[in-house]
């Protein structure tokens, strides 16, 4: 049974400066909710509730966001801010939330190391903190399912364009249904043109505690990381790895223009907001294109 989630959130968030400078990239809002939010609420929408997030320096206000605010809850009592302070005490008993830091930058595969010792001899959820997906059934149940099915280690993947497979962790396999492919290789952000597939791994896995063996032995790959990629072409050697086409849609908070489109199409699924934005969205475009003439 899959009960524990790892959330690496350690990163620098170099592709969203200035703002991730002094603040979390996991902690940038789509409208008024931290991305690291959703991601939480993924797990637990999943049955998960204990979960280990791998924080870093810089980090703090993601350990703050998840904790009490005893001050804040009262203020909002004695205000008859009743509906605020629900949520706000909510966020602290959303689920059981432990926090590690990684020591020094050394990649995704690193980051999971340190989860070691807290998921023990237990299959556990990946998910990217910085990585949202909308979907009916939670990607890490979708998941989930098929763990239960093959008790091996299964990796969300998406379709991506050939010029985009260069920014992601490619796989190479053999579809053994609509959705699922039995894996023969794995490959961390290949040159164009040498991409084994179109499919790319998009931020959730269930991984078999036998991946910390192999974790040991990887060494720095791209970018001088210790890549979690690396790490799973080597367990193949040892075991059985099934990927899962999700169903739903990824979101990349870390890429500005993505983080732009994600923040609209929330904005437009609020009951609140759906109407009034939709309109400005309209004046919006018209005036563009009056412009434009
Ligand atoms: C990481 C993984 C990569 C995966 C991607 C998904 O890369 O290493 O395999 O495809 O997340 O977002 P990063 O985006 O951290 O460079």
Redesign the pocket.
Known sequence: MVRKAVIPAA?MGTRFLPVTKAQPKEMLPIIDTPTIQYVVQEAIDSGIEDILIISGKGKRAIEDHFDRSLELEFLLNQKGQHEQFHEISRLSEMANIHFIRQKELKG?GDAISYARQHTGDEPFAVM?G??IIDSAIPVTQQLIDVYNQFRQSVIAVEEVAPEKTH????IDGKAIDERTYHLSGMV??PETGHSPSNL????RYILTPEVYKVLEMVTPGK?GEV???DALRLLLNRENIYAYRFEGKRH?I?NKLDYLKTTVEYALKREEFAEPFMEYLHEVVTREEKNGK
Do not use: M, P, S
Request: net charge negative.
């Open positions: 990163g995704l990217l910085d990585t920014r992601y962790g490619i961390e952000k790319a791994v998009a931020g970018q890549q979690l990629t990349d870390g």
